[in-house]
């Protein structure tokens, strides 16, 4: 093919996944010590990921180029600012565009759009980031880092609330179903459905859904349900003492212990409003 039939390069339209870092605070030593506290226990849970830094809470201007090194140092890559005034010029400046703010993902069963390729993924060792590696799943859109910590003060990280469908979601048609415990560095992500493991998850393993996690057995790593903003997802295990649990992007750590009625116990893990809640399951 001659080099007058191909075009040097092409435009075309895309959408990507990012979380939004909610910065309430300008002071990055008091932001640093917030990090560290909080996503020391979040292992692989930000890898790479973009992100887009939300500076509308604040009126002081921030050290972009630090501000960007430190996020950095935290595996969260910074595409894209929500800012006004100087906090917008200074964040071009560093290099980073300005982002207008957009509704976020819509629960599951809201709409058919956004959840091309409903395909799920195979339980993957722990290593590079690939299409079937749970390290490849987006926190919650719309998810933002609480430095001050004011809001849901079990969790260590608190998303933006996500507009709940008015109705009930349909069944995840996409369920991924794993037979066999799961070992350490392990990490499965049910994309666009439910995730099922029945047997242990391990200390270092992961369990990622966009739907809901079902774990018949102990939990003792880490499961996160509502991966891309479904606030109605939940956790079910039938004996959870984890590393991690979360949904729609706001998470607790085993920082917080949990209570005696819940921990080892057969429970359910939800989300009221913003905060986590943990609690036993029993019949009714």
Not at 74 to 85: E, L, W
Not at 117 to 127: E, H, I, K, V, Y
Request: hydrophobic share 45%.
């Amino acid at each position: 093919m001659s080099k007058t039939e191909t075009a040097p390069f092409s435009i075309k339209s895309a959408s990507f996944d990012a979380v939004r870092v909610v910065i309430a605070t300008a002071d990055l030593a008091e932001l640093r010590a917030a990090l560290a506290s909080r996503l020391a226990a979040a292992g692989s849970f930000f890898d790479n990921d973009p992100v887009v830094v939300d500076t509308m809470a604040l009126d002081e201007r921030l050290d972009w180029p630090e501000l960007i090194a430190l996020l950095r140092e935290y595996r969260m890559q910074p595409i894209g600012a929500v800012a006004v005034g100087e906090n917008l010029l200074a964040a071009a400046e560093a290099g980073i565009a300005p982002l207008p703010l957009r509704a976020p993902v819509a629960p599951r069963g809201a709409s058919a759009a956004g959840h091309e390729g409903r395909d799920g993924a195979a339980l993957t060792p722990s290593g590079p980031a690939t299409q079937a590696d749970a390290s490849a799943a987006p926190p919650a859109t719309g998810g933002g880092v609480d430095p001050a910590g004011s809001v849901a003060p079990d969790a260590s990280v608190t998303a933006q609330p996500v507009a709940a469908d008015a109705h009930p979601p349909e069944p995840a048609p996409n369920t991924i179903v794993i037979d066999r415990p799961m070992r350490s560095g392990q990490r499965v992500y049910a994309r666009g459905g439910d995730a099922v493991v029945i047997g242990l998850v391990s200390n270092g393993a992961e369990v990622i859904a966009d739907g809901n996690v079902h774990i018949y057995g102990p939990l003792r790593g880490k499961a996160m349900a509502g991966a891309r903003g479904d606030t109605t997802a939940r956790v079910f295990c039938t004996h959870l003492d984890p590393e991690l649990i979360g949904i729609a992007g706001v998470y607790r750590t085993t920082d917080t212990p949990l209570p005696p009625e819940v921990r080892g116990q057969l429970a359910q893990v939800r989300l009221d409003g913003d905060k986590l809640i943990v609690e036993p399951l029993r019949a009714q």
